[in-house]
């Protein structure tokens, strides 16, 4: 648009000084051709022509004739204003039309290559849909609307389950949460793409705010460590107290989440992975707690961060659930 602006201004410029220019020399026309109707034949020529005695060489005199300024500037009104041709001007119009249609197209073209026009679920990765669905699966194990007298859902308020009439139902949601989970770190561990998972991990904002009442007289440090121990109990797969009869052992893993006869190549997890996975989650990355899903992924002690050690800036990308209600945000986010 600033080019096409600044284009129309060149050109209305070029057409005012035309027509300057044709309005000067129509002028100089008419009174020129006045003053030649005013006098007589023979009269006046001193204004028009000046004579001037040149000695040559010889010493003889020679006259000779100097056109006046009128004449001269009119020599160069009519030099420097060359009228333009009707080619020319046919291909500056054309050339106008032309930059015109192609903004106008711009405009209307540019807006569908934007990902606020064509919605975000088009433009999202394996990782951030596969993050929503093992969230789902953990949303339907522990809602938030499950609440009880305290301001925690029942997975945050104690480790034990509750032994009452939901037990069950309990137990398959949690079974089918790590079903999800494990399948999701089978497909996105290791494999031929550009990205592969290399950590994962969970936090809990509300109950550092509003922690158990056994906690409450503790210091904010303390609960949030108190915290960051819980979510690492909590998450562990393969605990019988969670999934009771529908435990699914941690040897059985490749034999439901890796085939080689698949047409998508799937790497197995290694046992120093599975091993972690089913050990209380300890590493601390920023304000999450979880494990490493890579072999070669060694932190210089259990709780640091092998993210911050083994990976460049460049190198990392957070993935975390989209479809999160602002309750959800502060219960149980993973990453």
Known sequence: LMRLAKLYKAYKARVENKKAKAARMSMADGSRQSELSMIAPGEGDEDLLSVEDV????????????ETTSDQEKKEDNSSGVPETRVGKKLSDMTTRRVIILVLVMLFCMPQFMPSSNGIDEFLISSNLG????????RQYCPVESNSSSNLPWCLETLDPPADASLARRQINRAWFEKALLNFLYQHHKGDFAWALYWVGANSQRYVKSPPAQYATMSSNDVEEQAKLYIGELMRLDQERYLGKYQYPMDQWDARFYDPSWDVGVVPLG?????????????RCGNYVGVAVQPVAEAPSKTSCST?????CS?????????????????????
Not at 131 to 138: L, M, P, Q, T
Not at 308 to 312: D, G, Q, V
């Open 315 to 335: 190198e990392r990308e957070f993935a975390a659930p989209l479809g999160l209600t602002e309750d959800e945000e502060e219960e149980i986010r993973e990453a």
């Open 131 to 138: 993050v929503d669905v093992v969230y789902e699966r953990w």
């Open 55 to 66: 000695e040559d060489q010889d010493g003889r005199v020679r006259e000779s004739v100097v």
């Open 271 to 283: 046992q120093a992975v599975k091993d972690r996975l089913t050990e209380r989650w300890e590493e």
């Open 308 to 312: 911050s050690s083994e990976l460049r």
